[in-house]
């Protein structure tokens, strides 16, 4: 008997048909990575669900549910959801730390109104308005303020507010969930063209500041085990955060568990504040996108997310440049970098942004923060997210068909004389294998130079284990079209 049956024994003398299926050689095409996509945040009280719980995720209003509506949790799944409803999104809250303050500022308004108009407020992307009639005066706005932040209707406000005990003019305005994001929370008043304060009254907005201690995001890893995340998201931008975000994630990455992740983070600050975080970190797991306007960077994060995922599931080697973030409010003219600024964050490990005369904020560059090898030396290897997403595409796909083609074979040299039909498998019938699997990358625009690939492949049975093999796969990633320089010489 030749043929390397699974369930057939050879001792079956009780006659008729017997039949056993293999499905070895069944898929022909590429395995399917599943995109799904973690949001990691703060949940308030009120939410139904317990910290620390992994929850798939649906519809905003179940995440408000779960984790409390205003709460930041509760915000970035809004916002993911606007970009991206097909992807699995799984959510898990983190309640505040024991130690954490919340972010706190104020509205001061002053006059009295000499003509009836209405007060538009954005407070963390979310549009607040105040009906003023002719002679309200700032205290009365004040409260008809507060009254309107705390209608049902804007009860997805991550901010609270209540009329100063001691000025009635005043509107103190504090985070609802206490931490360091809380400081990044923008308000501002008469964002949309045509607003405008009405004639007589002047507000005075004092900058949300004073949040400390985020929650220590190292309590997620042991509720997650080993289910893979390619995307991950939340609002934990600090030093510690980051470098425990990234051991986790270079753990996963490692050979052993190639159980591959990426974390997508907004930062809200000038120039010089993403110029300092971007140089303060170096991973290839990290994009930190420099935002700015009316939206949480919390928002922008997790609206990333979701893009990244919709696009990459399709095809992780295309550029990421011109898609919109939906829901994400574009920041003023005067709060856009130029172009030459966004090439600085560029060098500086910052992803950038458009606005596009529709007022649409468009993805320009999704990079890593990834800018030198562990010499100090420039290494520019893992700049663009496509190329970590397209090794991690490469790598699963690899490994599915060779643990799909070959579960339970013996291993022999190249060269053996064995009887066809026997589940045994040699580093030629491996190479073969691969180079197959090459061409399908190639097919799908994820490689180039099959020439270079095929004579740079190494397939060969390891000298010290005989039951090894042992592969070195040399692909030429596909690159992505980002710049188009051109020489206009022209003749009169």
Do not use: C
């Amino acid at each position: 008997m030749t043929i390397s049956f699974n369930e057939i024994p050879n001792n079956l003398r009780v006659p008729l048909f017997y039949a056993e299926f293999d499905n070895s050689r069944a898929v022909q095409g590429g395995a399917t990575q599943e995109y799904n996509v973690l949001l990691i945040g703060n949940k308030l009280a009120a939410g139904t669900k317990p910290e620390l719980e992994p929850h798939v995720i649906t519809s905003k209003e179940q995440g408000y549910e779960y984790f409390g509506i205003g709460s930041v949790l509760g915000d970035m799944i809004a916002a993911h959801l606007e970009n991206n409803t097909i992807h699995e999104l799984t959510a898990i809250a983190i309640d505040d730390d024991g130690a954490a303050v919340k972010a706190s500022g104020n509205i001061l308004f002053a006059g009295t109104a000499t003509a009836a108009g209405t007060i538009s407020l954005m407070m963390g992307g979310k549009n607040i308005r105040v009906g003023v009639a002719v002679g309200d005066t700032a205290a009365d706005i004040a409260t008809a303020l507060v009254a309107a932040m705390g209608d049902a209707a804007n009860a997805d406000l991550v901010l609270d507010g209540v009329v100063n005990g001691g000025t009635a003019e005043q509107v103190d305005l504090s985070a609802k969930n206490a931490g360091e994001f809380g400081n990044e929370i923008d308000v501002r008043h008469s964002y949309f063209a045509g607003e405008a304060l009405p004639a007589g009254i002047t507000a005075t907005i004092t900058a949300l500041s004073g949040g400390t201690a985020n929650p220590d995001v190292d309590q997620v890893w042991p509720v997650i085990g080993e289910k893979q995340y390619i995307l991950m998201s939340s609002p934990y931008t600090d030093a510690q955060s980051l470098i425990k975000m990234e051991a986790e994630l270079s753990d996963r990455f490692g050979p052993l568990k190639a159980n591959d992740g990426y974390a997508l983070y907004g930062k809200r600050d000038d120039l010089a504040g993403l110029q300092t975080i971007g140089n303060s970190r170096n991973s290839q797991f990290t994009t930190i996108m420099g935002v700015a306007g009316p939206s949480s960077p919390w928002q922008w994060a997790a609206a990333l997310a979701g893009q990244v995922a919709n696009s990459a599931s399709i095809d992780p080697a295309r550029p990421f440049q011109t898609l919109q973030l939906d829901g994400i409010l574009a920041p003023s003219q005067t709060e856009l970098f130029t172009l030459e600024e966004r090439n600085l964050l560029l060098f500086d490990g910052i992803a950038t942004y458009n606005v596009d005369s529709g007022s649409n904020v468009l993805i320009e560059a999704v990079i890593t923060t990834y800018k030198e090898n562990a010499f100090g030396a420039p290494d520019p290897s893992y700049l663009y997210l496509n190329t970590p997403l397209t090794l991690s595409f490469l790598r699963f796909d690899l490994a599915a068909r060779i643990t799909l083609r070959f579960p339970r074979h013996k291993l022999a040299d190249d060269g053996t004389r064995f009887d066809p039909g026997i589940a045994v498998v040699t580093p030629g019938s491996i190479k073969a294998e691969v180079i197959t699997k090459f061409r399908e990358w190639e097919a799908k625009a994820l490689v180039e130079g099959f020439s270079q690939f095929k004579d740079d492949l190494i397939v060969e049975r390891n000298s010290d284990n005989p039951n090894r093999v042992d592969i070195l796969l040399p692909p030429d990633l596909v690159n992505q079209l980002r710049v188009v320089a051109t020489k206009i010489q022209f003749l009169l």
